[in-house]
């Protein structure tokens, strides 16, 4: 079984509707991260959670919100979904521990919005 | 300016050929160093750390100029199943969570 999983790996949406991506690890890492990535424009990080209480924001948090519910459990929120952040969605892992700071990353969930 | 500036490509080579990718980093407070290999469709991983002394992995070869704030990957005897997206990371020294990503190299093997 995959270490990082997400779902769905697939989604289309329309304009305005509300949109979760879900993360879930088996690896045991503490830090979780939510990225985007567009064609041109490599990955950009939205979110990043440290630990349970931590969340923060990354360079382009803005129209998004998280959720880490669990040590093994990151969500992604649309409020309200816009065409420009159809994109290709990636949760990362890592460990604080590990070697110089390896990410772990899920399969990805590519979003389209109509 | 981009933090990490790659070439795009794509590079077409043939197989057996020798490949160079470069990458430079703007800020020179940066700490960590990283190539990692994206297939179509499908997440990054981990290809190999870069060390300021250079480091080797079997066909792969990594360098580190810190003065020119530039980082390499060498690709000897190139193997068609070495298509793909070769992606620069540099690791923030004021963040130590944060791994910033190039746009990506793409190659291609052909037979």
């Known amino acids: 079984d995959a270490d990082v999983t997400q779902t769905p790996r697939n989604r289309i949406t329309k304009t305005g509707k509300r949109i979760m991506l879900e993360c879930s690890q088996t690896?045991?890492?503490?830090?979780m991260y939510w990225y985007r990535q567009d064609p041109g424009l490599g990955l950009r990080l939205i979110y990043y959670?440290?630990?349970?209480?931590?969340?923060n924001k990354g360079e382009i948090s803005d129209g998004y919100s998280v959720s880490r519910q669990a040590q093994a459990k990151f969500s992604l929120s649309l409020e309200s979904a816009i065409p420009n952040q159809t994109a290709l969605y990636f949760c990362?892992?890592?460990?604080?521990?590990?070697?110089?700071?390896?990410?772990?990353f899920g399969p990805g969930t590519r979003l389209t919005v109509l | 300016r981009k933090e990490v500036e790659q070439d795009p490509g794509p590079f077409n080579v043939p197989e057996g050929a020798t490949v160079a990718f470069n990458c430079t980093y703007s800020?020179?407070?940066?700490?960590?160093f990283f190539w990692y290999r994206q297939d179509c469709r499908k997440e990054p991983k981990l290809l190999m750390s870069?060390?300021?002394s250079g480091n080797e992995d079997g066909r792969f070869t990594a360098q580190l100029n810190r003065a020119s704030q530039y980082i390499s990957l060498l690709i000897r005897d190139s193997k068609l199943s070495d298509s793909a997206t070769y992606l620069c990371?540099?690791?923030?020294?004021?963040?130590?969570?944060?791994?910033?990503f190039g746009s990506g190299t793409r190659l291609l093997v052909r037979p």
């Open positions: 990362a892992t890592s460990d604080p521990g590990g070697t110089y700071n390896e990410q772990f």
């Open positions: 800020n020179s407070a940066s700490q960590s």
């Open positions: 870069v060390y300021s």
């Open positions: 959670s440290f630990d349970v209480k931590d969340i």
């Open positions: 990371v540099v690791n923030m020294v004021d963040s130590s969570y944060k791994l910033i």
């Open positions: 690896k045991g890492h503490d830090r």
